[in-house]
T-cell receptor, first 115, second 114 residues
Framework: AQSVTQLDSQVPVFEEAPVELRCNYSSSVSVYLFWYVQYPNQGLQLLLK??????LVESINGFEAEFNKSQTSFHLRKPSVHISDTAEYFCAVSEGGGATNKLIFGTGTLLAVQP | NAGVTQTPKFQVLKTGQSMTLQCAQDMNHEYMSWYRQDPGMGLRLIHYSVGAGITDQGEVPNGYNVSRSTTEDFPLRLLSAAPSQTSVYFC?????????????FGEGSWLTVV
């Protein structure tokens, strides 16, 4: 069975500092990997995703994530965070060959950016 | 473009009452699903549907019913509410053809069962 582990429930960081949010997954089949962001009292929005090809994927607001198959990881990074990046971030996985689009989510990491 | 619309946004129920959370999408998506979000547990899949007339159970289906009579609508029914069903509920949709399609989420329904 697939599972997703986000070890850090909360990551405090100062504005303009770099940040890494960790995500590890387990699966016996090929996977697709996603990062979703949830701002307070809102639904989830797709931040970026890895389907195939280049292992480094980027979002439009400066985040990037690298798929590492040997370490079964998909960590999210940003070189310089802003106050507006404060949100909860969820890593998710879906089966590569699945006929449906079910996502398995991690427990989330709250990124708290401090001035 | 309305996207995925959920109603109501907030609801308080008494134990044993029934209610329906409504979900509608205007993107002609085949795939729709319901998740619940609880502190420290992320999002867990309750039920999903790959098209009108087709539904299936997710990870935590007990106490919930769904139906999919149209492509646009996917209501979630609580038959006899329990305090353990206090949660935030999210409806989501996507195209199911093609792999790794982006899933779009509604803004959530906050449910409290007292």
């Amino acid at each position: 069975a697939q599972s997703v582990t986000q070890l850090d429930s909360q990551v405090p960081v100062f504005e303009e500092a770099p940040v890494e949010l960790r995500c590890n997954y387990s699966s016996s089949v090929s996977v697709y990997l996603f990062w979703y962001v949830q701002y307070p009292n809102q639904g989830l929005q797709l931040l970026l995703k890895y389907l195939s090809g280049s292992t480094l994927v980027e979002s439009i607001n400066g985040f990037e994530a690298e798929f590492n198959k040997s370490q079964t990881s998909f960590h999210l990074r940003k070189p310089s965070v802003h106050i507006s990046d404060t949100a909860e971030y969820f890593c998710a996985v879906s089966e590569g060959g699945g006929a449906t689009n079910k996502l398995i989510f991690g427990t989330g990491t709250l990124l708290a950016v401090q001035p | 473009n309305a996207g995925v619309t959920q109603t109501p946004k907030f609801q308080v129920l008494k134990t044993g009452q029934s209610m329906t959370l409504q979900c509608a999408q205007d993107m002609n998506h085949e795939y729709m699903s319901w998740y619940r979000q609880d502190p420290g547990m992320g999002l867990r899949l309750i039920h999903y549907s790959v098209g009108a007339g087709i539904t299936d159970q997710g990870e935590v289906p007990n106490g919930y019913n769904v139906s999919r009579s149209t492509t646009e609508d996917f209501p979630l029914r609580l038959l006899s509410a329990a305090p353990s069903q206090t949660s935030v509920y999210f409806c989501a949709s996507s195209y199911s053809t093609g792999r790794g399609n982006t899933i779009y989420f509604g803004e959530g329904s906050w449910l409290t069962v007292v």
